[in-house]
């Protein structure tokens, strides 16, 4: 059970390079996630999915794009990498949330990709 | 709209002194609450989380977190810090659609 993988692990990209950051999950949840971590700005939500085949903006979607066509899979790409797309890339993944009996659970991340845009 | 507030982007304690990171949240909904934390050059792993069963919740590695609503406040503590507590610790808060909100994280030190 490794849970959450992303691959790569680091990456250098020249200004308006193209790139795809691969989210692999074995735990079967049907919600991923795309956060990018920034110093002092703690962990903002990009992109996220409730489902094979479905996604949905977050906090700051513009210059990515997504796709989930299996459930265990998420991808982000970028494509026209900017100097502002530095930063520190993690993907994460849960069960459905659900209000209705406090049932919540955790988000279960990944280990994080490197990027550094030239 | 839901936000949360971590006080002090880091913290320095001594080995054996009380850790307390600072976490107030503004929700519009019932919270739910968390705290992660990131070692570094690694992912987030769950601590403690708080979803409106008891105030005082317990976590991992010794850790435990109070909900007080009247200061809308979670703050996490620890008794005595340990070297291997040096990390990363985010607060968040769930959305009303339940995405999780983030603080911007207070860095703990803790000197020998």
């Known amino acids: 059970n490794a849970g959450v993988t992303q691959t790569p692990k680091f990456r250098v990209l020249k200004t308006g390079q193209s790139m795809t950051l691969l989210c692999a999950q074995d735990m079967n949840h049907e919600y991923m996630y795309w956060y990018r971590q920034d110093p002092g700005m703690g962990l903002r939500l990009i992109h996220y999915?409730?489902?094979?085949?479905?996604?949905a903006k977050g906090e700051v979607p513009d210059g990515y794009n997504v796709s989930r066509l299996k459930k265990q899979n998420f991808l982000l790409g970028l494509e026209s990498a900017a100097p502002s797309q530095t930063s520190v890339y993690f993907c994460?993944?849960?069960?459905?949330?659900?209000?209705?009996?406090?049932?919540?659970?955790?988000?279960?991340f990944g280990p994080g990709t490197r990027l550094t845009v030239l | 709209a839901q936000s949360v507030t971590q006080l002090g982007s880091h913290v320095s304690v001594s080995e054996g002194a009380l850790v307390l990171l600072r976490c107030n949240y503004s929700?519009?909904?019932?919270?739910?609450l968390f705290w992660y934390v990131q070692y570094p050059n690694q992912g987030l792993q769950l601590l403690l989380k708080y979803t409106s069963a008891a105030t005082l919740v317990k976590g991992i590695n010794g850790f435990e977190a109070e909900f007080k609503k009247s200061e809308t406040s979670f703050h996490l503590t620890k008794p005595s810090a340990h070297m291997s507590d040096a990390a990363e610790y985010f607060c968040?808060?769930?959305?009303?659609?339940?995405?999780?909100?983030f603080g911007q994280g207070t860095t703990l030190q803790v000197k020998p």
């Open positions: 968040a808060v769930t959305s009303n659609t339940g995405k999780l909100i």
């Open positions: 994460a993944s849960s069960t459905p949330f659900s209000w209705r009996g406090g049932m919540l659970d955790t988000q279960y």
């Open positions: 929700s519009s909904v019932p919270p739910y």
């Open positions: 999915s409730v489902g094979e085949g479905t996604t």
